[in-house]
C-alpha cells in the first residue's frame, strides 16, 4: 500500500485549488477571457505553480473534460439499468444531459464554442462507452451493421452536442434531459432499421 505523504496531500490540494479557480474563471469569462496569471492570482499561487501541476491553459481545459470521462466511467459504465440497447443508449445521453446540469448552464455555455477543439478528440472514455453498447447490439442483431460502431458514435454525439448548444441558445428554457432523451430516441430508431 502506497503511503500518502502530507507532501502528497498538499501537492493534490493545491493542483485541485487551481483547478477549482479555473474552471470559475472560465464559467465567468469564458476559456478564452482568462489568463493563467488570473487563475493563478485567484488560487493564490505563483504562475510557475500553475505551470508545476499544469504545462498550460490549455492543460486546465483538458482536465475540465477528464472530469467528464471520469464521470462518465464512475457513473454510466456498468450502471445503465435499461435491458435493451436503444434504452441503454438513450439513457446514456440522459446521463450526458445530467453532467451537463451539473457544470451548469454558463459554464456550458462558455465551453460550447467552435474555438473549443477539445471535442474533437477521439477514443475519450465516454465515447469508448457508447461505442461498446452500439458494437454489443450490432453483434446481437439489434442494430444494423451497414455504419461501423465509432461513426455511429461520432453522429449521435454531434447530435447530443447539438441539443445542447440549443438549451445553451435558449438559456436554459428547454428540459435538456427530455430533449436529449426524445431526439436520441428517434436517431437510435433509425440506425437500428438502416439496410
Known sequence: MIKITSRTKQAETTKNKIYECGVKLIRINGFDG???EQIAKEAGVSVGTYYYYFESK??????IFKQA??????????????????????????????????????????????????????GRAMQNILEDIIKNAQVKGEFSNTYVATEI????FVVARGIVFEWCL?????????EM???????????????
Open 34 to 36: 482568462v489568463t493563467v
Open 170 to 178: 435558449f438559456d436554459g428554457e428547454i428540459d435538456l434531459k427530455s
Open 153 to 156: 458514435t461520432r453522429v449521435l
Open 58 to 63: 490549455f492543460e486546465l481545459l483538458r482536465e
Open 69 to 122: 470521462d471520469d464521470y462518465f466511467l464512475k457513473e454510466v459504465k456498468g450502471h445503465l439499468k435499461a435491458e435493451d440497447f436503444k434504452g441503454q443508449i438513450v439513457e446514456f445521453f440522459g446521463k450526458y444531459a445530467d453532467f451537463n446540469y451539473l457544470n451548469g448552464l454558463e459554464m456550458v455555455k462558455k465551453l460550447y464554442t467552435c474555438d473549443n477543439k477539445m471535442f474533437n478528440i477521439k
Open 181 to 195: 432523451e426524445k431526439i436520441i430516441s428517434n436517431m437510435v430508431v433509425g440506425y437500428m432499421f438502416i439496410k
